[in-house]
């Protein structure tokens, strides 16, 4: 039975016992599992009403998988049956995105509903337990708990990416690791 740990001693036994020299040229390597998930409308929003313009999906897929294996990665929408939309649907497929679509649901208020919550949190529980590390791109309050939950039963890293001002401070506690949506990740207008 080999046991491969992640880590040079690690890897350098498993190369041992396999009969093989670890060298530079030879060295065994391990990628990160990486799951994905973004919560569409609330970058949307927050970067808009912070930033006054929008969130780079290709800047951010080149940063969240840079050296790892995409396991999964998803963006959340809502469906209003817009042109301008379906094209930006298209783009986020293009880079490697399945998208999800919710209706978007006008009631007789006024008010509008289209919240993804429950369905990440779904998806996020199915693919964390065969990843290393899952990057929830939201600044929504309530994640945090559902951060913590897969942190301790899956022992993931988490990385949440949002506009600090607008994040939650409970969902930035809950990662491993909190990225501002800065200069960066942003398309000026």
């Known amino acids: 039975m080999f046991l491969l740990f992640f880590s040079v001693v690690g890897r350098r036994l498993a190369a041992t016992?396999?009969?093989?020299?670890v060298t530079?040229?030879?060295?065994?390597?391990?990628m990160q599992k990486v799951s994905v998930f973004v919560d569409v409308q609330n970058i949307y929003y927050t970067t808009k009403e912070f930033h006054n313009c929008h969130f780079d999906y290709n800047a951010f897929w080149a940063k969240a998988t840079v050296n790892r294996e995409v396991v999964k990665a998803i963006a959340y929408a809502i469906d209003r049956d817009d042109e301008k939309q379906k094209q930006f649907q298209n783009i986020l497929r293009g880079i490697g995105f399945e998208v999800k679509l919710k209706p978007f649901i006008q009631r007789s208020d006024g008010s509008a509903k289209g919240d993804w919550d429950v369905g990440i949190t779904l998806d996020v529980m199915e693919y964390a337990k065969n990843s290393d590390m899952v990057v929830l791109a939201s600044g929504d309050g309530d994640f945090d708990l559902l951060v913590s939950k897969i942190r301790k039963d899956f022992v993931v890293s988490v990385e949440v990416y949002g506009v600090a001002q607008l994040t939650a401070t409970s969902l930035i506690n809950a990662a491993?690791?909190?990225i501002s949506i800065e200069d960066d990740l942003l398309l000026r207008m």
């Open 24 to 30: 530079p040229e030879r060295s065994i390597k391990f």
């Open 176 to 178: 491993t690791k909190f």
């Open 17 to 21: 016992q396999l009969g093989t020299q």
